[in-house]
């Protein structure tokens, strides 16, 4: 995802969580500061959590940053503008598994107070179920919007993967693309699709 802040919040920019009100311990969040990001999960109610990182960055607001977070073998890559921050992966020490009726949020976190919300922008927010796109650094789009920088929202390049919303009852069962996400703006859950006449998944 292309990711632009606009202010720094008291604790966290938050810009996706998972389950991390959930009452098992199997939330997780991607959180940023200034000066890092960082990875948390095994979290049960924000009491106790485990932390990959931080991954050292200088951020500036009002920049546009491309940010590529990648899970495979049991480890966590971070990347910033293409470039991998933590050299060889970082190795997770528990499980992240899904609950059912655990929300998916995304610029929240979850706890109903805005000190942990994203302050700034997002665009081309993709998530890919079951492949990890990258282990070491790679070159990525000149900005946000296309791979040619169209501008926050706009489209140019082919294949780009953009959200689409609506109610979980008008969920389309069988016509979501292998990782295209669908967002159940009713209920907050999102799914992703396993391709063409497949049921898509919900994480």
Not at 37 to 64: A, C, K, Q, R
Not at 153 to 158: E, L, R, S
Request: proline share 4%; hydrophobic share 35%; aromatic share 16%.
């Amino acid at each position: 995802f292309f990711v632009k802040f606009t202010a720094w919040q008291s604790w966290y920019n938050t810009v996706c969580a998972y389950g991390v009100l959930s009452g098992a311990p199997n939330g997780w969040a991607i959180i940023f500061k200034s000066d890092h990001m960082s990875f948390f999960y095994d979290v049960h109610n924000y009491s106790s959590y485990t932390e990959i990182g931080p991954v050292s960055f200088s951020f500036s607001l009002d920049t546009w940053y491309y940010i590529r977070i990648c899970r495979t073998g049991g480890k966590i890559y971070f990347f910033a503008n293409g470039n991998l921050l933590n050299t060889g992966g970082t190795t997770l020490t528990a499980t992240i598994a899904h609950v059912s009726g655990d929300d998916f949020l995304i610029g929240d976190i979850g706890y109903g107070d805005h000190y942990m919300n994203l302050y700034g922008h997002l665009d081309e927010f993709r998530v890919i179920n079951g492949t990890a796109l990258s282990t070491a650094s790679f070159s990525v789009p000149t900005g946000p919007g296309s791979i040619t920088d169209g501008g926050p929202g706009q489209v140019v390049a082919k294949n780009v993967i953009q959200f689409r919303r609506g109610l979980e009852v008008n969920l389309p069962a069988s016509d979501l693309d292998v990782g295209e996400p669908y967002f159940a703006t009713d209920t907050g859950n999102l799914y992703i699709g396993k391709g063409i006449g497949e049921t898509p998944a919900l994480i």
